[in-house]
């Protein structure tokens, strides 16, 4: 299937997507400023530039979206169009993420990643559930972990899923 734009007009698009203050960073900064974190965003200085740091709990929380992130759920659909290309720019996405949550994992960061399906979508988890999964993960003390449109899941430190946390 050929692209329904032209290349002009496809990048002009690409880059209207934001890097930064996307919509589901500023619903994840809400929820952390209903539950009580002080935080930063962006912090350039630690590996992969997480969306938040809460440096009371030493915790990051990256904000992933499902497309950009390759995350195994319903909101992630290979494109029609260019799908080598894609799926290559996504891998290499992945593998970043990888490497850089093993170097803050060894720096000694308790990483969170919360996925757009948490967040909106039909599947999404509710205002309340998500509050209660962020407080719950911040203060728990746990290592690795992720949220998403199913709950909170614990992560092994090479990104698999661990059993569920109880």
């Given amino acids: 299937m050929v692209d329904v734009h032209s290349k002009a007009v496809r990048s002009k698009n690409m880059r209207a997507i934001a890097t930064r203050d996307t919509a589901i960073e500023k619903r994840l900064a809400g929820l952390l400023n209903e539950c009580g974190f ?3 965003v962006q912090d350039v200085s630690l590996a992969g530039r997480p969306d938040f740091v809460i440096d009371e709990h030493r915790c990051v929380i990256f904000a992933h979206g499902c497309f950009w992130h390759h995350h195994h759920c319903y909101l992630f659909k290979v494109p029609a169009t260019r799908t080598e290309f894609w799926l290559e720019k996504i891998g290499k996405n992945v593998e970043r993420d990888k490497r850089d949550i093993q170097r803050l994992l060894s720096e000694g ?3 969170l990643l919360v996925w757009e399906c948490a967040l909106r979508g039909r ?4 205002h309340n559930a998500l509050c209660e999964r962020l407080e719950e993960w911040v203060c728990s003390g746990g290592k690795h972990a992720q949220i998403d449109s199913l709950g909170i899941h614990a992560l092994n430190d090479n990104g698999w899923q661990a059993p569920p946390i109880s």
């Fill in 123 to 126: 599947e999404k988890l509710s």
């Fill in 38 to 40: 002080t935080f930063r």
């Fill in 109 to 111: 960061w308790r990483v």
